[in-house]
């Protein structure tokens, strides 16, 4: 035995039989016919029996070959659905995007980016998760996401992260301008009547975890008054006047109501860094990847506008 019956051999046994005649079978082949007589007789060869009885007018099929007709039609069945998936996954005539972020990105990011690759790309799936940035590493090193855009810090383990595609800046938002007047600093953070949101992943939360370690070299302690899991909802709240709240500056210039919020920059100056993470295991399909490319493209027009507020406030 050799190294096994070649998918061509097995095709253009099946074409044979369709056919009744190697001729035929050359012609619906689009090969010689000298060709495909030595292909059909390399497969005889690799399985040791013959295949077809030879008569001047026609094939006949022996028991052998009567036998393997169905083993064949299945072997090249899955040889033809493997290439048509290759094929759709490589030309993104089909596939589907597997990709996290973090869950206020709803607000500015997902509609435009998954509208564009859509346009693009009509026959793609896309499952969008959208979680809290510990949460989207955990599931890419599980292998459930392929991959996601997450705010640092994060646990790096078991996955690969980019260089910084986004720095967007936290703000404080309250109902009350007075509180918005000048710079939040952490002591007044721990005086605030606050609302702060990823109540589920306090601990894990990267700006939860960076105003903790402020609040521990000041010498105060953060309590929220509400903590909610959204910061949308956190936000929603504060301009109801519950309490006071901190999102990310791109979260209000995108907020349907941003000419009602009102808010005032930390000081120190509080910087998100955003990345892409994706596993060390191998890398995305190709619809993951063209859609962290278009995603790469969509946050240098956010990077801009972040980059403009801040330079219009540390001119000021």
């Known amino acids: 035995m050799g190294e096994g019956p070649t998918i061509r051999q097995l095709r253009y046994f099946l074409s044979a039989v369709e056919h009744g005649s190697l001729s035929a079978a050359?012609?619906?082949?689009?090969?010689?016919?000298?060709?495909?007589?030595?292909?059909?007789?390399?497969?005889?060869?690799?399985?040791?029996?013959?295949?077809?009885?030879?008569t001047n007018r026609s094939l006949k099929l022996t028991d052998v070959g009567r036998s393997l007709i169905p083993f064949v039609q299945q072997a090249v069945r899955s040889t033809e659905a493997v290439s048509e998936a290759a094929s759709a996954m490589t030309s993104l005539t089909g596939g589907e995007v597997s990709f996290g972020t973090f869950s206020s990105a709803h607000r500015y990011l997902l509609t435009p980016l998954i509208a564009e690759f859509h346009?693009?790309?009509?026959?793609?799936?896309?499952?969008?998760?959208?979680?809290?940035?510990?949460?989207?590493?955990?599931?890419?090193?599980?292998?459930?996401?392929?991959?996601?855009?997450?705010?640092?810090?994060?646990?790096?383990?078991?996955?690969?992260?980019?260089?910084?595609?986004?720095?967007?800046?936290?703000?404080?938002?309250?109902?009350?301008?007075?509180?918005?007047?000048?710079?939040?600093?952490?002591?007044?953070?721990?005086?605030?009547?606050?609302?702060?949101?990823?109540?589920?992943?306090?601990?894990?939360?990267?700006?939860?975890?960076?105003?903790?370690?402020?609040?521990?070299?000041?010498?105060?302690?953060?309590?929220?008054?509400?903590?909610?899991?959204?910061?949308?909802?956190?936000?929603s709240l504060a301009l109801h006047g519950i309490g006071d709240t901190l999102v990310s500056y791109l979260v209000t210039h995108f907020h349907e109501q941003s000419h009602r919020i009102k808010w005032a920059p930390l000081e120190p100056v509080f910087e998100e860094q955003f990345v892409f993470a994706?596993?060390?295991?191998?890398?995305?399909?190709?619809?993951?990847?063209?859609?962290?490319?278009?995603?790469?493209?969509?946050?240098?027009?956010?990077?801009?506008?972040?980059?403009?507020?801040?330079t219009a406030y540390l001119q000021q």
């Open 119 to 235: 346009a693009l790309y009509p026959h793609v799936r896309i499952r969008n998760v959208g979680l809290n940035s510990s949460e989207v590493v955990q599931a890419i090193r599980e292998g459930r996401l392929e991959a996601g855009l997450v705010q640092l810090p994060v646990d790096a383990r078991g996955v690969k992260l980019s260089e910084p595609v986004l720095r967007d800046t936290v703000v404080y938002v309250s109902n009350d301008s007075e509180h918005t007047r000048e710079p939040v600093d952490i002591q007044m953070l721990s005086e605030a009547r606050l609302v702060l949101s990823e109540a589920r992943w306090q601990r894990d939360d990267p700006l939860r975890r960076s105003l903790t370690e402020r609040a521990r070299a000041a010498g105060v302690k953060i309590s929220p008054l509400v903590e909610v899991e959204f910061q949308d909802a956190a936000l």
């Open 278 to 310: 994706t596993s060390l295991d191998g890398p995305p399909s190709p619809a993951t990847r063209r859609f962290i490319s278009l995603a790469s493209k969509h946050m240098k027009a956010f990077q801009e506008l972040a980059d403009h507020w801040r």
């Open 26 to 54: 050359a012609e619906h082949e689009h090969v010689a016919q000298p060709s495909l007589s030595e292909q059909i007789r390399r497969l005889e060869r690799e399985l040791g029996a013959p295949l077809f009885i030879r």
